[in-house]
């Protein structure tokens, strides 16, 4: 085929194209809506903090080294950074707390609903779960390791600005309260 030929083909597919969208756009102007465009405003929900104390000294086998139980109270606060309210739907989950090292299952797992009904633009919500932690003692006894994690709105009942800082997870070295020498 001559290149003459393919570049006027070419071309003139060109011509008609632009004329179609020029055609288009006169017919289907793009407008923005009276007052602006619509901006989503929802609510926007984040870890603030997660703290825990060990109920009583860890279950298991003597000497205490290794791997044990512990009951915990696990106390964790979430910020509405977003600008409405959260409202949590009556059959919601606020927040899954589990012991990383226990795995999701119970004991090691609970989950906090009901109230506060709803969390404001701005405020915060302090939740509280008591679950057992599994504790992982060092030999000599000095100190335990547990780690806590949180799931806010777990079944995404919330619609969020974001929903991927909804997680986080805390480590707290204990000195030998775990396991008190005998």
Not at 122 to 131: I, N, S, V
């Amino acid at each position: 085929m001559n290149q003459r030929l393919v570049l006027g083909l070419i071309g003139a597919a060109l011509l008609i194209l632009v004329t179609v969208l020029a055609l288009l756009y006169e017919r289907v102007p793009f407008r923005l809506p009276p007052g602006g465009p619509k901006i989503v405003e929802l609510p926007d929900l984040i870890v603030d903090s997660i703290a825990f104390a060990a109920v009583e000294p860890p279950t298991g086998g003597s000497p205490c080294t290794g791997l044990h139980t512990a009951p915990f109270d696990v106390t964790v606060t979430i910020r509405n950074v977003g600008v409405t309210a959260a409202v949590l739907p009556t059959w919601g989950i606020w927040i899954n707390v589990w012991s990383v090292l226990g795995g999701s299952a119970p004991p090691y797992r609970a989950s906090v609903g009901g109230q506060p009904a709803q969390i404001g633009a701005g405020q915060t919500a302090t939740l509280k779960a008591t679950l057992a932690g599994l504790a992982l003692v060092a030999p000599d006894k000095s100190q335990s390791l547990v780690t806590f994690a949180v799931d806010i709105d777990p079944d995404a009942a919330i619609q969020e600005i974001r929903e991927d800082n909804n997680f986080r997870d805390k480590e707290k070295k204990f000195s030998s309260e775990l396991c008190p020498a005998p």
